[in-house]
């Protein structure tokens, strides 16, 4: 697969990779054979706030690391999952860079538009595809 085209970007949903006896399920995988690069992507329904507005100077980061920057207790088993998951891609793929991200909802986001809703249909496959359409992957 990352040999067919080189100059375009893969988007695997639920891509799997096997060393030795680890195996994980990435979320979201968005392969660029051109770059070298492999976007690993975690999905979390847990929600995120930038804090309230006389915190203006927080980040999302402030609400999941201790001011040691280790990672607060309800955020350990995210940290470790991604941390797994990238250490096996690195080691199914040692000539690529693997950059590890978090995708999270903020609660602090509004939106303009009306009726986002209705852009989405109950039907796994197509949502899927349609998600990653509107990230713009």
């Known amino acids: 697969l990352l040999e067919s085209d080189p100059d375009s970007t893969i988007v695997l949903a639920e891509g799997a990779a096997l060393h030795n006896n680890l195996f994980i399920r990435a979320d979201i995988l968005v392969i660029t054979p051109s770059t070298k690069t492999i976007k690993l992507v975690e999905v979390k329904s847990k929600s995120v706030s930038r804090g309230k507005k006389e ?44 950059v590890p991200s978090l995708l999270l909802v903020d609660k602090d986001a509004t939106v303009d538009q009306s009726g986002i809703n209705e ?7 197509y949502f899927m595809c349609e998600f990653i359409r509107l990230l713009n992957f």
Request: hydrophobic letters at 35%; proline letters at 4%; charged letters at 20%.
């Open 119 to 125: 852009w989405f249909t109950v039907s796994s496959r």
């Open 55 to 98: 915190k203006a100077t927080s980040t999302i980061l402030d609400d999941m690391l201790t001011k040691q920057g280790l990672p607060k207790a309800k955020w350990t088993s995210t940290f470790y999952d991604l941390a797994f998951q990238t250490y096996v891609l690195q080691c199914v793929y040692p000539d690529y860079t693997i």
